[in-house]
């Protein structure tokens, strides 16, 4: 979300302007140490007139310094529109930046992404958000949770920090293959929505529940078919081990390729089977026994 129009909101009852054009209706309430905005609504417009965002909320609290604003309900139109929703928001009248604090939640309307913490800091000069605190973040694709977030408001690119869990669909959900795997790493993990990519840092391990499967590796990278939402390619480097029962393979490099669901592992030793030819359809398949060997 760009949330620029938090900026506009604060020099707009800081001093009474804003570079876009603002309708707004309020009632206010004065005392000699602050001003009280109860039920407002403000609305940006562009030099065409279209609406550009709105900011909603229930009570604004004008210091000298702050806005404290309660309930606050954002919206940001245009060709990545995003909601914003947090029960309790501050705005610096100096810089801009904005605190958002208790079930903070950011909605990209167009792809259903959403992000879910209790605290979020938005730096204006740099349009990041940031947070320390424990993140959750859904996708048609899956679930990924961990500890601290670094992001673009409209949530295209974003890293976690630490302890990630991510829940991945190897296949569109609902569709007869679809596997759910589960891959942990100590992070960080940075994920690219423009780009469908996703890559897993430091003691990466990934599980295939259904089938008890584990794959450990140092990184792990993947991509996704922008149409299908199908995983496309899984790369998989540093002490990777690949372990079903008690069959254990070693290598240096393990790719996957999700079309032909050929998995590749080089190293020592070097082994190649055709995951199409084995039960299941995730991102890894059962080792030796029926498959192509090098």
Known sequence: MHIKPWLCLGIYLAVGLCAVPVRGDQTTESSPASQQLQGFNLNGYTNTGEKAWDVNGTKADI??????????????????????????????????????????????????TQMF??????????????????VKILDPQGVVTGQGLSAHPNLRKAQINKHVK????????????????????????????ATQYAIFIDHVVAVEPSTGRKLYCDKMEVWFNQATKKIKKAVCTGHVKAVQGPNISFADKMTYEGESQILTMVGRPKIVFDAGAAKGGGLFQPIGGGGKKK
Request: net charge negative; aromatic share 4%; hydrophobic share 25%.
């Open 117 to 134: 913490t209790d605290h979020l800091d938005w730096n204006h000069n740099k349009d990041l958000v940031t947070t320390t605190d424990p």
């Open 63 to 112: 210091s000298d310094t702050n806005i404290q604003i309660t309930n606050v309900d954002a919206n940001y139109y245009g060709s990545q529109e995003t909601n914003l929703t947090a029960d309790h928001g501050t705005i610096n009248k100096t810089n801009g930046d904005v605190h958002l604090k208790d079930n903070v939640v950011i909605t990209s309307t167009d792809r259903g």
């Open 166 to 193: 991510a829940m991945v669909h190897t296949q569109p959900e609902g569709e007869l293959n679809d596997q759910i795997i589960t891959i942990t790493c100590d992070g960080p993990m940075q994920m690219n929505q």
